[in-house]
């Protein structure tokens, strides 16, 4: 971009001592903050007679002509010395009053940013690479990771800055390969370096080694304590990506969202957009749907015809009987078992887990995707090699009221797995997987682990604060998390020291089992010979696309 389009201002503190100001507002929406605070020119907040021109007092009486605002001394000087908190950490305004409109396509393009970081940045031509949302269980070795990679080396080779984000796939994968070069972050919300300093260091902690600091500049149109929605904030972050890009690729952008649209405004104006698709045409087929089978046999399958696309194959709404094998535990309060009724082992199963396991960083994930290292897509196999490679379940704080870390470990057997099975629309991920490690009850029960209390909702502040960890809430959206009958113990769990005879594998496949015992010597439950799935005549393994990547053979197990 040129000089003479993006102005960085000297960096006084008068807009943003209104945007402090105006971040106590609750009634003026995003867009009359930013009309306010680009209305005004720039002002030393040291001086009380500018400061008054701009800001009064709502006590003091009105003079002359109204100002612009009207707070309590009080909110003034609070929003003064958020101003110089924020100068001091390096944030400024970039104005777009310059740009010209053959650039800025998209129609109210916000006039002003707030940023921080390199702005250098802003001085090259520049390009973005545009996708629709992408499932992260389908990225390893993918076609659509290839095709980003030999995008980004050729905007490199050309010198463009490229504009991206963060927060999802595409966005993720593009931040991640031009690291190291220059970058414009375009933040999906407020920019964090205007946050509080717990929130901010925590946002940095969780990016470390992510984002090459000293090569990119962050920059939103949102003001901090602006009240508006995720998808609001990822909307108007990929509009102002689009918007300060001058050539757009476009990689597998499905029709009628918001990057189709974007991709329209950018094609009326002249603005370069290349068309990249790597998704094979959809295609019709028969397809099995498999419910639990009455007699206690299994499964039975049902053939339906529907279009297949490149999702998981799902379940039909048979799926997800947890209460099943629940034996009168549903009841709210009812899990206490007594020492006779305690299995010999407790399971922790495991799944797909697309993202950073526990423990591995963001970039530490990102790279081993695009690095197509082993194990690097996080299917269900992947965290069970991953687990026993470490002799370690890490424990997730992850739907625990208290937050605290905790491993899950559950008495159902494996053959009893299918009655707690089922598919997360939301998540696109399967609730459990076929994989996983038992412990002996008895040596789990001297670490420490004990039975979930299930209840109501109200039975949790009830319950003493050091017991609140094990609190699980009976049902909950139509599930009954009783069903499965879970323990949970405090912190990590290491097994390294468990002789090998109190600790079992459950691996999903015959091939699992295999593969499996070429590394680790553990004994071994193979989850498909405890279930009746009987193969269905006539169809292949291709006919169903596996959501995680897994080598065993989908059609005779997960659906």
């Given at each position: 971009?040129?000089?003479?389009?993006?102005h960085?201002?000297?960096?006084n503190?008068?807009?943003?001592f209104?945007?402090?100001?105006l971040?106590?507002?609750?009634?003026?929406?995003?867009?009359?903050?930013?009309?306010?605070?680009?209305?005004?020119?720039?002002?030393?907040?040291?001086?009380?007679?500018?400061?008054?021109h701009?800001?009064?007092?709502?006590?003091?009486?009105t003079?002359?002509?109204?100002?612009?605002?009207r707070y309590?001394?009080?909110?003034?000087k609070?929003?003064?010395?958020?101003?110089?908190?924020?100068?001091?950490?390096?944030?400024?305004?970039?104005?777009a009053?310059?740009?010209?409109t053959?650039?800025v396509?998209?129609?109210?393009?916000?006039?002003?940013?707030?940023?921080?970081?390199?702005?250098?940045a802003?001085?090259?031509p520049?390009?973005?690479i545009?996708c629709?949302r992408?499932?992260?269980?389908?990225?390893?070795?993918?076609s659509f990771l290839?095709?980003?990679?030999?995008?980004?080396?050729?905007t490199?080779?050309a010198?463009?800055t490229?504009?991206?984000?963060?927060g999802?796939?595409?966005?993720?994968?593009?931040?991640?390969?031009?690291?190291?070069s220059?970058?414009?972050v375009?933040?999906?919300?407020?920019l964090p370096?205007?946050?509080?300093?717990?929130?901010?260091?925590?946002?940095l902690?969780?990016?470390?080694?992510?984002?090459?600091?000293?090569?990119t500049?962050f920059?939103?149109?949102?003001p901090p304590?602006?009240?508006?929605?995720?998808?609001?904030?990822?909307?108007?972050?990929?509009?102002?990506?689009?918007?300060?890009?001058?050539?757009?690729f476009?990689?597998?952008?499905?029709?009628g969202?918001?990057m189709e649209?974007?991709?329209?405004?950018?094609?009326?104006?002249?603005?370069?957009?290349?068309?990249?698709?790597?998704?094979p045409?959809?295609?019709?087929r028969?397809r099995?749907?498999?419910?639990?089978?009455?007699?206690?046999?299994g499964?039975?399958?049902?053939?339906?015809s529907?279009?297949?696309?490149?999702?998981?194959?799902?379940?039909?709404?048979?799926?997800?009987?947890?209460?099943?094998?629940?034996?009168?535990?549903d009841?709210?309060?009812?899990?206490?078992?007594?020492?006779?009724?305690?299995?010999?082992f407790?399971?922790?199963?495991?799944?797909?887990?697309?993202?950073?396991?526990?423990?591995?960083s963001?970039?530490?994930y990102w790279?081993?995707?695009l690095?197509?290292?082993?194990?690097?897509?996080?299917?269900?196999?992947?965290t069970?090699?991953?687990i026993?490679?470490?002799?370690?379940?890490?424990?997730?704080d992850?739907l625990?009221?208290?937050?605290?870390?905790v491993v899950?470990?559950?008495?159902?057997p494996?053959?009893?797995?299918?009655?707690?099975m089922?598919?997360?629309?939301g998540?696109?991920?399967?609730?459990?997987e076929?994989?996983g490690?038992?412990?002996h009850?008895?040596?789990?029960?001297?670490?420490?682990?004990?039975?979930?209390?299930?209840?109501l909702?109200d039975?949790?502040h009830?319950?003493?604060?050091?017991?609140?960890?094990?609190?699980q809430?009976s049902?909950?959206?139509?599930?009954?998390?009783a069903?499965e009958?879970?323990?949970?113990?405090?912190?990590?769990?290491c097994?390294?020291?468990?002789?090998?005879d109190?600790?079992?594998?459950v691996?999903?496949?015959?091939?699992d089992?295999?593969?499996?015992?070429?590394?680790f010597?553990?004994?071994?439950?193979?989850?498909?010979t405890?279930?009746?799935?009987?193969?269905?005549?006539?169809?292949?393994?291709?006919?169903f696309?596996s959501?995680?990547g897994?080598t065993?053979?989908?059609?005779?197990l997960?659906?």
């Amino acid at each position: 971009m040129n000089d003479d389009t993006w102005h960085t201002g000297p960096r006084n503190l008068g807009k943003l001592f209104l945007t402090a100001i105006l971040s106590k507002s609750r009634v003026l929406n995003l867009e009359a903050k930013l009309r306010l605070i680009t209305a005004v020119p720039e002002f030393d907040i040291d001086d009380e007679e500018m400061v008054a021109h701009y800001v009064r007092p709502a006590s003091s009486p009105t003079k002359t002509k109204k100002p612009l605002l009207r707070y309590t001394t009080a909110s003034q000087k609070e929003a003064a010395q958020k101003a110089r908190v924020w100068g001091s950490r390096g944030v400024f305004i970039l104005r777009a009053d310059g740009l010209a409109t053959k650039r800025v396509f998209i129609p109210n393009f916000p006039s002003m940013l707030f940023a921080w970081g390199n702005p250098a940045a802003a001085a090259n031509p520049t390009a973005a690479i545009l996708c629709s949302r992408q499932s992260l269980a389908r990225l390893p070795h993918s076609s659509f990771l290839e095709a980003l990679k030999s995008i980004v080396s050729l905007t490199a080779q050309a010198g463009d800055t490229i504009v991206s984000s963060y927060g999802t796939a595409g966005y993720n994968a593009v931040t991640t390969l031009n690291r190291g070069s220059l970058t414009i972050v375009v933040c999906p919300g407020a920019l964090p370096f205007m946050d509080d300093e717990n929130r901010l260091q925590e946002f940095l902690n969780t990016h470390n080694g992510f984002f090459d600091l000293q090569n990119t500049l962050f920059v939103t149109s949102t003001p901090p304590k602006t009240t508006i929605s995720a998808a609001e904030g990822m909307f108007l972050r990929d509009r102002i990506v689009a918007g300060l890009s001058e050539t757009l690729f476009a990689v597998d952008v499905r029709p009628g969202g918001n990057m189709e649209k974007i991709i329209g405004y950018a094609m009326k104006s002249g603005v370069s957009v290349q068309m990249v698709n790597t998704m094979p045409p959809r295609r019709t087929r028969q397809r099995v749907r498999l419910v639990p089978n009455h007699s206690g046999e299994g499964y039975v399958g049902i053939h339906s015809s529907t279009t297949l696309g490149h999702g998981p194959l799902r379940p039909g709404s048979g799926m997800g009987y947890a209460n099943s094998a629940g034996d009168g535990h549903d009841k709210p309060g009812t899990h206490t078992i007594t020492p006779p009724d305690v299995p010999p082992f407790l399971y922790h199963y495991t799944k797909s887990a697309p993202g950073p396991w526990p423990g591995q960083s963001l970039a530490e994930y990102w790279n081993s995707l695009l690095n197509n290292d082993p194990h690097s897509g996080h299917s269900g196999r992947d965290t069970l090699c991953k687990i026993l490679s470490e002799q370690r379940i890490r424990g997730s704080d992850r739907l625990i009221r208290t937050r605290e870390p905790v491993v899950c470990f559950s008495e159902l057997p494996p053959e009893k797995l299918s009655s707690i099975m089922r598919w997360r629309r939301g998540l696109r991920s399967w609730s459990v997987e076929p994989y996983g490690v038992g412990i002996h009850a008895a040596i789990l029960a001297q670490l420490g682990a004990k039975p979930v209390t299930y209840g109501l909702p109200d039975e949790y502040h009830a319950m003493p604060s050091q017991e609140k960890y094990l609190f699980q809430v009976s049902r909950s959206k139509g599930y009954r998390w009783a069903g499965e009958l879970e323990w949970r113990l405090r912190g990590d769990l290491c097994f390294a020291h468990i002789p090998h005879d109190k600790v079992v594998v459950v691996a999903a496949s015959k091939e699992d089992v295999t593969f499996l015992r070429s590394r680790f010597n553990y004994q071994i439950i193979c989850w498909e010979t405890l279930v009746c799935i009987p193969r269905i005549p006539g169809l292949s393994q291709s006919d169903f696309p596996s959501p995680h990547g897994q080598t065993y053979n989908k059609l005779d197990l997960l659906r």
